[in-house]
């Protein structure tokens, strides 16, 4: 039995097969990636599958089911976890994107771009940065969700054209767990 903390990663062999564990909590609730090599993935997951189901002392302890993309995009937009390259990319500072103190180390040596990153640090500002919303949808609940890159107004009833943008939505969904509110992640000023 392990207690592996976030952050940290172990080597284990499951049904025969060299598998790296790492614990990542991006979707709201304690998350383990595993990699492996390719030609092992359906052999150790199926290995895993079958521990998590029936009588095992596993299946007593956890509840393990599969899941796609697309309940793990809601879990992670519900949790407020951005993803790189949908919520924020190279051009976006670490103090912007609500994942610095996860991801930048204050104490470590010389790095690039460590100027820049202490200079917002001493100032505490940034010029934009990753929120989560609740998106009221004047079509009512049958209405199109905004699409990654819909611009977002300061006052809701403003005609496109004359106001200007305050941000732009990067992520959306309908959240299960808010009762199919519409939520999403954005890029605001």
């Known amino acids: ?14 049904a025969d097969h060299e598998v790296l564990i790492e614990r990542r909590d991006t979707l709201g609730e304690i998350g383990l990636e595993l990699t ?10 199926n290995a895993i599958e079958a521990a998590g ?16 993309w697309h309940a793990c995009n809601i879990a992670r937009i519900e949790s407020g976890t ?12 670490p103090h912007e994107t609500g994942v610095l103190r996860d991801r930048v180390s204050f104490t470590k040596g010389c790095y690039l771009g460590q100027e820049v990153v202490a200079r917002m640090e001493a100032r505490g500002q940034a ?14 609940p049958d209405a199109p ?13 403003a005609t496109p054209g004359q106001a200007k943008p ?15 509110a519409s939520i999403g992640l954005a890029m605001v000023r």
């Open 127 to 140: 010029k934009q940065r990753l929120v989560g919303l609740r998106i009221d949808r004047p079509g009512g």
């Open 53 to 68: 189901t029936g009588e095992s002392e596993l299946a007593e302890r956890a509840r393990l089911r599969p899941a796609g």
């Open 166 to 180: 305050i941000g732009r939505v990067t992520s959306s969904t309908l959240s299960p767990m808010l009762g199919m």
């Open 1 to 14: 039995t392990y207690s592996l903390l976030p952050g940290l990663a172990c080597l284990v062999r499951i």
């Open 36 to 45: 492996c090599e390719s030609a092992a993935a359906p052999v150790v997951f």
């Open 145 to 157: 969700l905004p699409i990654a890159g819909a611009e977002i107004f300061a006052e809701p009833d």
């Open 82 to 93: 951005p993803l790189y390259f949908l919520d924020f990319d190279e051009n976006t500072l």
